[in-house]
């Protein structure tokens, strides 16, 4: 007959497991931060930061403004004080807080306070939100470098974050989607259309004619 103490070891054993397990998620937890900036167009944003090493995730959303759960309709109307912007998620052990502002700040034109490139309004406008001392601190003293390398008064507010609402679920990997939309180049791949849109705006242009060498995206 098996007796309670014939499953001890196993229950030992699945309740380490489990322990582990727990732990480990709690550990991965702790070795990832976000970031969250605006910087014109988020599927642009998303696509500049998704690829760099050591960056998790980027998912495109609202923040900065008053209105509740807001839609892309209502942002694109105005009004909202909502930018248009993305949350970085990322290993701090693999690329820095303050790397990443650093690719922030030469990745866009920060001296334009009405948008950015072909996107105008207030949704459009670039700004860094912080959630602590220390990185307004950190966010402040990026900006200052960069104002000095460019030679240009840099605009880009540091402000506190507030909420992040996640945009619609058709703005997420915009830039890399395969489905066919409609577009004034007739019907496309989402990705095509995304390269079609981004070529005309000017981004890339403006930006390598901003920082040069310097720029981490326009240039590759």
Known sequence: ????????????????????????????????????????????????????????????????????????????????????????????????????LQMFFRSVDPTDAGGQFCDRGESYRTAVFVSRPPEKALAEKVKAEAQSALGQKIVTPILDANRFYEAEAYHQDYYKGSKIVLTRFGPIKQSKAYKRYRDACGRDQRVKALWGDAAPFANK
């Open 1 to 100: 007959m098996l007796r309670i103490n014939d499953f001890k070891p196993a229950f030992l054993a699945l309740a380490i497991g489990v322990g582990l397990i727990a732990q480990c998620g709690k550990l991965q937890a702790a070795q990832t931060e976000e970031l969250i900036v605006a910087g014109g167009c988020f599927w642009c944003v998303e696509s500049d930061f998704e690829s760099v090493p050591g960056v998790i995730e980027v998912v495109s959303g609202y923040t900065g403004g008053t209105t509740k759960n807001p839609t892309y309709k209502q942002i694109g109307k105005g009004g909202t004080g909502h930018y248009e912007a993305v949350e970085i998620t990322f290993n701090p052990a693999q690329v820095s807080r303050e790397a990443l």
